[in-house]
C-alpha cells in the first residue's frame, strides 16, 4: 500500500499539471505582429444562466480586444450560438467588447456554431482577405482552434496564430477538467 505522503504527492502533482498546461499554452500563444493585415476569431463559450458575460467570456473578450486594437485588426469575429443556455455567446461577448472600446463597425457575429469545429468553418469566410489571423480562447483551447483552423481552411494555415493570456490560479477548479478535456481532444485529432 503506498504511503499517504506518497499519494498525496501525487495529487498535487496532478493538479498543478493543469496549471503548469496552462501557462505553458499561454505562454505559446503570445499574439506577435501580425505579417499585413490582421484579424481576430474568438471562441466561443456559454454565457452564464441569466445572460450575463462569464468569467472565462471575459478573459477572452480582453484578450481579443486588445490584440485587435494593438495590432488594428479588422475585422473581429466573435463566434457561438446558444448552446448551453438562450442566450448567444456571441452577443454576450460582442456587448463586452464594445464595452472596452472595440469600434462595433469592427466586429462581426457568428451565432450559429455549437462547437470549436463549426466555430471555426463558420467564421473563416469572415476573414477572407486578412493577412494574419488570431485564434483567441483560453492557452490550451486557442491552440486547437488553430488545429482545426488548419484541418478545416488548410490553404491558410500558415496565417493562423493562437492567442491567450495566462491567468495564474483563476477558476483554478476549471483548469483540471479542461486540460484534460484539451488532452483529450488532442488525441482523438491525432487519430483522425
Given at each position: 500500500m503506498l504511503p499517504k505522503a506518497c499519494i498525496a504527492g501525487g495529487v498535487i502533482i496532478l493538479l498543478f499539471s493543469a496549471e503548469f498546461s496552462f501557462w505553458l499554452g499561454s505562454t505559446n500563444a503570445q499574439a506577435s505582429p501580425p505579417e499585413g493585415t490582421c484579424g481576430?476569431?474568438?471562441?466561443?463559450?456559454?454565457?452564464?444562466?441569466?445572460?450575463?458575460?462569464?468569467?472565462?467570456?471575459?478573459?477572452?473578450?480582453?484578450?481579443?480586444?486588445?490584440?485587435a486594437l494593438t495590432y488594428k485588426c479588422d475585422p473581429?469575429?466573435?463566434?457561438?450560438?446558444?448552446?448551453?443556455?438562450?442566450?448567444?455567446?456571441?452577443?454576450?461577448?460582442?456587448?463586452?467588447?464594445?464595452?472596452?472600446?472595440?469600434?462595433?463597425?469592427?466586429?462581426?457575429?457568428?451565432?450559429?456554431?455549437?462547437?470549436?469545429?463549426?466555430?471555426?468553418?463558420?467564421?473563416?469566410?469572415?476573414?477572407?482577405?486578412?493577412?494574419?489571423?488570431?485564434?483567441?480562447?483560453?492557452?490550451?483551447?486557442?491552440?486547437?482552434?488553430?488545429r482545426d483552423f488548419c484541418r478545416e481552411v488548410p490553404n491558410r494555415c500558415g496565417q493562423v496564430r493562437p492567442a491567450a493570456r495566462y491567468y495564474p490560479f483563476r477558476r483554478y477548479f476549471l483548469k483540471f477538467p479542461a486540460a484534460l478535456h484539451e488532452g483529450l481532444a488532442r488525441l482523438k485529432s491525432s487519430f483522425t
Open positions: 481576430v476569431l474568438v471562441l466561443g463559450y456559454p454565457s452564464r444562466s441569466d445572460g450575463l458575460l462569464s468569467a472565462e467570456q471575459r478573459d477572452r473578450v480582453e484578450t481579443a480586444v486588445s490584440v473581429v469575429v466573435i463566434s457561438g450560438g446558444s448552446v448551453h443556455n438562450e442566450f448567444s455567446e456571441a452577443a454576450t461577448m460582442a456587448l463586452q467588447a464594445v464595452k472596452l472600446g472595440l469600434p462595433r463597425k469592427s466586429i462581426r457575429l457568428e451565432e450559429k456554431a455549437t462547437s470549436t469545429i463549426e466555430n471555426v468553418r463558420f467564421s473563416a469566410p469572415k476573414l477572407e482577405g486578412v493577412g494574419t489571423i488570431y485564434i483567441v480562447s483560453n492557452g490550451l483551447h486557442a491552440h486547437r482552434g488553430v
